[in-house]
């Protein structure tokens, strides 16, 4: 069974400071890891997605990594912004049902 | 493209009563759509697989006569909350599988804030 767990579970930093968030799975064999964002009460904005086969993704400030081997993906995001202030969730699709498995997220905070 | 869409957005209903919500893939077919739920301050959980024109597949531990889901076409999901209760107070989220060229990806509707009193 697919476990994904991300680190921290909560992250505060001042404004314009580069940071990154990690999340890991346990079964590397999966089809593509995604970078959502969710804000309070709010649904989930996907941000970045990276296939099985690629190794990092990226968008504007943000750059996200992979390692199946290891089972660990990255997010990455400079020069932070009070608006990147929003809880981050890593899923990841994976399995002969192809069901996608959720972080447990990290609650970012970037103080002004 | 690859738009999915959850209707409604938000409900408040009375305990007992049920509710619909319905999940659409706006531009594309979805052969499979699956539906998540997120407890206060936790990830989502799936909770089934919907599939087209069959029966859906639930997870362990989540009631089938309790959430009854049809998938009664290619583009549409639905998920009623029967008899709801306080603690079916939730926020639910579905995805629509996207199956052009390869690898599959699944694009996630909004989400419906479900309020029981």
Known sequence: KQEVTQIPAALSVPEGENLVLNCSFT??????????????????????LIQSSQREQTSGRLNASLDKSS???????????????????CAVLSGGYQKVTFGTGTKLQVIP | GAVVSQHPSWVICKSGTSVKIECRSLDFQATTMFWYRQF?????????TSNEGS???????????????????????????????????????????WREGRPDTQYFGPGTRLTVL
């Not at chain 1, 590397?28 to 709010?42: E, H, T, V």
């Not at chain 1, 660990?72 to 969730?89: E, F, K, N, V, W």
């Open chain 1, 27 to 48: 079964d590397s064999a999966i089809y593509n890891l995604q970078w959502f964002r969710q804000d309070p009460g709010k649904g989930l904005t996907s941000l970045l």
């Open chain 1, 71 to 89: 089972g660990r993906s990255t997010l990455y995001i400079a020069a932070s912004q009070p608006g990147d202030s929003a809880t981050y969730l």
């Open chain 2, 40 to 48: 206060p301050k936790k990830s989502l959980m799936l909770m089934a």
């Open chain 2, 55 to 97: 029966k859906a597949t639930y997870e362990q531990g989540v009631e089938k006569d309790k959430f009854l889901i049809n998938h009664a076409s290619l583009t549409l999901s639905t998920l009623t909350v029967t008899s709801a209760h306080p603690e079916d107070s939730s926020f639910y989220i579905c995805s629509a599988r």
